[in-house]
């Protein structure tokens, strides 16, 4: 497999199964999908970590890697749905309906426990699964070893689909694939490596920069 599964902690696991249960088909939580949602169709897929750039690394930075910094994990969340023989033949399709971020709770035990931090619902959802769907026809991706992240720059409202190379430590070989609606100085899901995409982002801090000192 191209894009190799990451292998978030068993509790995390429990924890997100256990907060989407609560919400699919409940008709207490009006605003969001799950409460429509068929529950013996939804199942979470696609664990993968969230990593974080800071403005304040930005600008100093030569090595993605080096300068974000991994943290909580997210699932997708799935429905599976049955086309109807006039749509394409039948079938079943997988929508994305949510994304679960899972925190460590603050709980004192003596192991660590997890909990639901956020549900979302919004256009970033939809695009890691795109993301994804394009990133495996890809040759270097169908031809090597990845693991999926979801990278968030939120100084310069970039999110990324980031996957990096499981054979090569440096990073070089990662690829990173924008998501919709982040920053147009980013083409959406054009395959870009670490360092061109690193470029981008920096030239986006220096207008922000640039815009906060005009304002001054």
């Keep these: 497999m191209a894009i190799h599964p990451s292998d978030p902690p068993a509790a995390a696991v429990v924890a997100v199964k256990r ?16 409460s429509t949602a068929n529950r013996d169709a939804v199942f979470i897929s696609l664990p993968h970590r969230i990593a974080y750039l800071a403005f304040g690394k930005i600008r100093r ?9 991994i943290g909580n994990w997210r699932f997708l969340v799935i429905e599976a749905k049955r086309r109807t023989a006039a749509d394409d033949g039948g079938g079943e399709e ?18 660590t426990t997890y909990e639901l931090g956020d549900l979302n619902e919004g256009p970033f959802v939809a695009a890691t699964s795109e993301a994804i769907r394009r990133a495996e026809k890809l040759p270097e991706v169908r031809n090597g070893a990845f693991e999926a992240f979801l990278l968030t720059v939120p100084a310069v409202h970039v999110t990324a689909l ?11 070989a990662d690829l990173l694939l924008t998501l919709p609606p982040s920053d147009l100085a980013l083409e959406p899901y ?21 815009e906060y000192a005009t304002r001054g």
């Design 19 to 34: 907060a989407v249960a609560i919400r699919v088909g409940n008709p207490k939580f009006p605003r969001s999908r799950l």
């Design 61 to 69: 930075a030569d090595d993605l890697r080096a300068a974000a910094a």
């Design 94 to 111: 997988q929508e994305p309906i949510a994304a679960a971020t899972i925190v460590e709770s603050a709980a004192t035990t003596y192991e």
């Design 162 to 172: 980031w996957l990096q190379d499981c054979q090569d430590y440096r990073g070089d």
């Design 190 to 210: 054009r395959p870009m490596a670490s360092a061109a995409f690193l470029t981008v982002v920096q030239d986006l801090a220096r207008k922000v920069t640039s």
